[in-house]
């Protein structure tokens, strides 16, 4: 039997796989930051709070795109459980893309460290200086890095699940212009 699963407009799946690649840079970054003590640091830093910046802007773009053009549905025959499982990893992504860059921002601002975007574009503080806040947001952000990488894992998991054991359809309406042709098995 054949079914054919709708796809994703195409302003969603641009956005969706622009972030999906800004995203694991950043983290990986992040990651490369953490664990370096070594020249490269400056150059990891200088890559890091654009690309967090601007994974904070595309998230509200991308945010306000979802509410004007909702994703497909899911198909009918998904269990409850995976059904909740993927709106509830959904919201926890879209948490996490606005939360993490407000976190780091808001944690370099209580450095005292600026937020350079490129040259001399800064972004002005948006929290006290305070000891005490910066030592909060600091594990705050890093805690929070492993929940993304996590989360992003699942995401991963799931998308590869519907494209390879399913075949219902879900992964290739983020990854095709149109909707395909999917076999239930028979």
Request: aromatic share 10%; glycine share 6%; net charge positive.
């Amino acid at each position: 039997m054949n079914a054919s699963h709708p796809a994703f407009t195409a302003g969603s799946r641009v956005l969706h796989w622009t972030m999906a690649a800004m995203v694991f840079a950043v983290l990986f970054i992040g990651a490369g930051m953490a664990a370096t003590v070594s020249p490269r640091y400056p150059v990891l830093v200088s890559l890091h709070k654009p690309l967090g910046i601007a994974i904070l802007v595309l998230v509200v773009i991308r945010f306000l795109n979802r509410l004007m053009h909702p994703p497909p549905p899911l198909p009918r025959d998904l269990p409850a459980w995976q059904q909740l499982a993927a709106k509830g990893s959904h919201y926890v992504l879209y948490a996490l893309m606005f939360l993490m860059p407000l976190i780091g921002w808001a944690m370099l601002s209580a450095a005292p460290y600026p937020v350079v975007l490129f040259g001399s574009l800064r972004l002005p503080p948006i929290m006290p200086h305070s000891a005490p806040l910066y030592a909060l947001l600091r594990p705050a952000h890093a805690y929070l890095a492993y929940l993304f990488f996590a989360t992003l894992l699942a995401h991963l998991g799931a998308a590869l699940f519907h494209g390879l054991i399913r075949r219902d359809g879900v992964l290739q309406s983020m990854v095709s212009p149109r909707s395909e042709e999917v076999r239930d098995g028979t």
